[in-house]
């Protein structure tokens, strides 16, 4: 009789479980069938493992908007160090005199055309006080641009204000900053104010969803990128044809880093690799752009990497970290979803809800609002489109030039690096001296050494990027170059006799430093070379070695570098 009973409940058990019916046994799982909470539970749980599906921006908007602001950070911090020694009330190239010069140029008055040539809000400012102009606009970029890389919300305010404060800089750096990634900056900067609602902070704002118009923007901004600099390279150098430029590259570079001393001691076939390499990521993969969703995320991908690769193998600059802002463009909310968490209310979850009510037909209807951000946004791709015009002519140009801005507010420009590559490296070397004359060949003669520019041949080579020692990198440019064809380099070693505290703090080490004033400064020109690794100069510390060739400028003094400072209206060394 038991055994029969057991028979029965079971087969009983066993009905109720083929007609979806609940066990007796399972009160809980009854309970939790019944109970509204766990329906969320569940919903939560399938939001968990769903995926994003492609073709939408939102997360792509949140990740662009903090890569330019991250670089906007970097360049704002370099200004707030650097300017005033630079372009302040008693730096190398005052700006005060360049706005003094434009305003002259255009007749005497502050106008449209003054705005036209040199757009800055300095001109507004009180010239008195320039140098707290200059950190006054470097400060207020810093801060807007942290809050908009820690909190991913950003407006069309914002965004403008960053454009503008940055333009400010810029329009006054003169050689400074007179390279192809401050324009690239601004280009960027401009098309992210359209990446933003007008007012609103929200990271998912609805009513303004991103435009597939903005985000080709920034594709065709890498297209033209790449393109430039390939073409550059084609039409330039022998040496990129022949596959031999990466011989000398690493060596050459303006400012090489730690593993460039490695990386130029790779085997010849790495480096026909490497020149290979970058024509075809150069030259082939930006026209994957327009092949499809997969293709355009590869060439995404490989100019991503391509750029993590020189930034690890230079310092040059925050280039290649800019130049990773447009490529990351190419990439949908489906293929970035891996870089926000999956919890509940985060961004990921609530663009997860975005596409399922705009599949399910439930997306808010259009407003006033945001008709006119459609044309908004049809304007800023027809603008980008006029604007392309002159640049595409000088890409397909056998004259083409580099790094050249076609409209005064730096919009649309054309770009391009390394059209050339030096096959040698020399350095200028600028020396002071106590002794009362230069000619004494017992004279002792210091060398005072920079930040990052080699010098001293055990001190390392630095790793600095994305900040950026102008300074450092326009001696480069001096030292192929001659004196007269770079006169600050003079003005600088004036300012070095005086012992002039302004320029001594772009510079790492003053030989001269708690004692008196040097009574000569020389410019001394060396041919460096990396040592070998594992060789007798580098078992002893040294990174370099380097052989004389002859001087830069010769010895001077206060004396003799007064008719020079008058001419050029520059204050006297011992005025400092």
């Known amino acids: 009789m038991a055994a029969s009973s057991e028979s029965s409940e079971s087969s009983e058990s066993t009905l109720r479980r083929r007609r979806g019916e609940p066990q007796n046994s399972d009160v809980c799982s009854e309970d939790r069938r019944k109970d509204p909470g766990n329906e969320d539970k569940s919903k939560y749980e399938k939001n968990e493992t769903a995926t994003l599906r492609p073709g939408t921006y939102w997360l792509t908007r949140i990740v662009l908007l903090r890569a330019i602001t991250f670089i906007y950070f970097v360049a704002f911090s370099v200004a707030l160090h650097q300017n005033k020694q630079l372009i302040g009330e008693r730096g190398l190239m005052p700006c005060k005199d360049y706005l003094r010069s434009v305003k002259r140029y255009v007749g005497g008055k502050i106008d449209m055309a003054a705005l036209a040539y040199t757009p800055s809000l300095l001109w507004f400012l009180d010239w008195e006080s320039m140098d707290a102009n200059?950190?006054?606009?470097?400060?207020?970029?810093?801060?807007?641009?942290?809050?908009?890389?820690?909190?991913?919300?950003?407006?069309?305010?914002?965004?403008?204000?960053?454009?503008?404060?940055?333009?400010?800089?810029?329009?006054?750096?003169?050689?400074?900053?007179?390279?192809?990634?401050?324009?690239?900056?601004?280009?960027?900067?401009?098309?992210?104010?359209?990446?933003?609602?007008?007012?609103?902070?929200?990271?998912l704002p609805r009513r303004c969803p991103p435009s597939l118009i903005s985000i080709w923007t920034f594709r065709w901004l890498i297209v033209r990128i790449m393109l430039g600099a390939g073409l550059i390279k084609i039409r330039g150098d022998k040496c990129w044809r022949d596959l031999t430029c990466m011989d000398y590259h690493y060596e050459t570079q303006p400012v090489p880093n730690p593993m460039s001393y490695y990386l130029h001691r790779s085997p010849w076939w790495f480096h026909r690799f490497e020149t290979l390499s970058n024509h075809?990521?150069?030259?082939?993969?930006?026209?994957?752009?327009?092949?499809?969703?997969?293709?355009?995320?590869?060439?995404?991908?490989?100019?991503?990497?391509?750029?993590?690769?020189?930034?690890?193998?230079?310092?040059?600059?925050?280039?290649?970290?800019?130049t990773i802002v447009p490529s990351l463009a190419c990439f949908d909310d489906a293929a970035l979803s891996f870089l926000f968490g999956r919890g509940q209310g985060g961004s990921r979850s609530q663009v997860q809800k975005i596409q399922e009510e705009e599949s399910a037909g439930k997306a808010p209807p259009p407003t006033k609002g945001m008709l006119v951000r459609r044309v908004l946004n049809v304007c800023l791709g027809i603008l980008i489109g006029f604007l392309s015009v002159p640049v595409v002519m000088n890409l397909l140009s056998s004259k083409q030039v580099m790094n050249t801005s076609f409209d005064p507010l730096r919009i649309v420009n054309t770009y391009g690096a390394f059209g050339s590559i030096t096959k040698e490296r020399t350095e200028v070397i600028l020396q002071g001296s106590l002794a009362s004359d230069p000619a004494d060949p017992g004279a002792v003669w210091e060398e005072y050494q920079f930040y990052c520019k080699p010098g001293d041949l055990s001190s390392r080579p630095c790793l600095i990027s994305p900040y950026h020692y102008r300074l450092d990198w326009l001696m480069w440019f001096a030292a192929f170059q001659t004196y007269e064809q770079n006169e600050w380099v003079i003005q600088i070693a004036g300012r070095l006799l005086a012992n002039d505290s302004t320029v001594l703090s772009l510079i790492e080490h003053n030989p001269f430093k708690g004692r008196e004033k040097p009574r000569w400064i020389r410019g001394e020109h060396f041919r460096y070379k990396f040592t070998a690794p594992g060789g007798v100069s580098a078992s002893q510390g040294m990174w370099w070695a380097r052989r004389r060739i002859g001087p830069y400028f010769p010895p001077v003094n206060v004396t003799s570098l007064r008719n020079y400072f008058q001419s050029r209206d520059w204050p006297l060394p011992e005025s400092y």
């Open 280 to 322: 075809f990521v150069e030259l082939v993969a930006p026209f994957l752009t327009f092949m499809g969703r997969r293709l355009c995320m590869v060439n995404g991908a490989l100019q991503v990497l391509f750029q993590v690769v020189l930034i690890v193998s230079g310092n040059l600059s925050f280039l290649n970290w800019l």
């Open 134 to 203: 200059l950190d006054g606009i470097a400060l207020v970029g810093l801060a807007l641009s942290a809050f908009v890389l820690i909190t991913g919300r950003a407006n069309m305010i914002i965004m403008t204000l960053l454009w503008i404060l940055y333009h400010s800089i810029v329009s006054v750096g003169q050689l400074w900053y007179s390279f192809g990634w401050e324009s690239q900056l601004l280009e960027t900067g401009f098309l992210a104010i359209f990446l933003c609602p007008l007012c609103s902070l929200d990271k």
